[in-house]
C-alpha cells in the first residue's frame, strides 16, 4: 500500500523567500507524481504532473522534482507571495490509484 | 468549460441521519471519483467509476456508504446511518485521462 508523507505540516515564511516542500513515497513503482493546491473552503488544484520517466517539471515560478529511486519529490516555489498562502498536497499515483500526502499548510507574511 | 458541480456545499446532520451528495462532473469526462478528507489529513479514495461501471470500492465502507452513476453522468454518494468519524468534506473528481478535476467538495458535520 503505498504511503505518503509530507513534511513539514506548516511552513511560515517573509514575502519574497523561496519555498521548498517535500514529499515522500514508500512505493517507488509510481506512474506519475501530482502537487495539488488547495484553498481553504475549495476543491484541489493541480499544478504540476511528472510522469515517472520524468526528472522535473516546470510552470513559472513553480518547480517539481522527481527522485523515484528515493522515493521523494520537492517542490519549489521562488520568491513567494502572500497570494501562494494556501496547502500544498503531493499524490502518487499507482496503477490508477492517487494516493495523498497530507499536506503542507503554507503562510507567506506581507 | 464548466467545472465539477457540487451539491450542497455545506450540511449539518445529526448522527444517525442520512444524508445524500451530489455530483456533475465535467463533460465528456468517464471517469468519477469520490474522495473523502477528513480534517488535516488527504483525500482518501471511496469509489472511482469508468462510466457506469465500478472499477474500485475497496475503501467504501460499504454497510453504510453507496454510490451510484447513473447513465454515465451525475453521481450521488449517500450515507446511511452517519456516524461522528463521517465528519469530513466530501471531494467529487472528474478525469478524462492523467488529470482529475476536483470539484468545491461538501463539507459534512454530524453532530
Known amino acids: 500500500k503505498q504511503e505518503v508523507t509530507q513534511i513539514p505540516a506548516a511552513l511560515s515564511v517573509p514575502e519574497g523567500e523561496n519555498l521548498v516542500l517535500n514529499c515522500s513515497f514508500t512505493d517507488s513503482a509510481i506512474y506519475n507524481l501530482q502537487w495539488f493546491r488547495q484553498d481553504p473552503g475549495k476543491g484541489l488544484t493541480s499544478l504540476l504532473l511528472i510522469q515517472s520517466s520524468q526528472r522535473e517539471q516546470t510552470s513559472g515560478r513553480l518547480n517539481a522534482s522527481l527522485d523515484k529511486s528515493s522515493g521523494r519529490s520537492t517542490l519549489y516555489i521562488a520568491a513567494s507571495q502572500p497570494g501562494d498562502s494556501a496547502t500544498y498536497l503531493c499524490a502518487a499515483r499507482n496503477d490508477y490509484k492517487l494516493s495523498f500526502g497530507a499536506g503542507t499548510t503554507v503562510t507567506v507574511r506581507a | 468549460e464548466a467545472g465539477v458541480a457540487q451539491s450542497p456545499r455545506y450540511k449539518i446532520i445529526e448522527k444517525r441521519q442520512s444524508v445524500a451528495f451530489w455530483c456533475n462532473p465535467i463533460?465528456?469526462?468517464?471517469?468519477l471519483y469520490w474522495y473523502q478528507q477528513i480534517l488535516g489529513q488527504g483525500p482518501k479514495l471511496l469509489i472511482q467509476f469508468q462510466n457506469n461501471g465500478v472499477v474500485d470500492d475497496s475503501q467504501l465502507p460499504k454497510d453504510r456508504f453507496s454510490a451510484e452513476r447513473l447513465k454515465g453522468v451525475d453521481s450521488t454518494l449517500k450515507i446511511q446511518p452517519a456516524k461522528l468519524e463521517d465528519s469530513a468534506v466530501y471531494l467529487c473528481a472528474s478525469s478524462l485521462s492523467d488529470l482529475e478535476y476536483f470539484g468545491p467538495g461538501t463539507r459534512l458535520t454530524v453532530l
Open positions: 463533460s465528456g469526462h468517464a471517469t
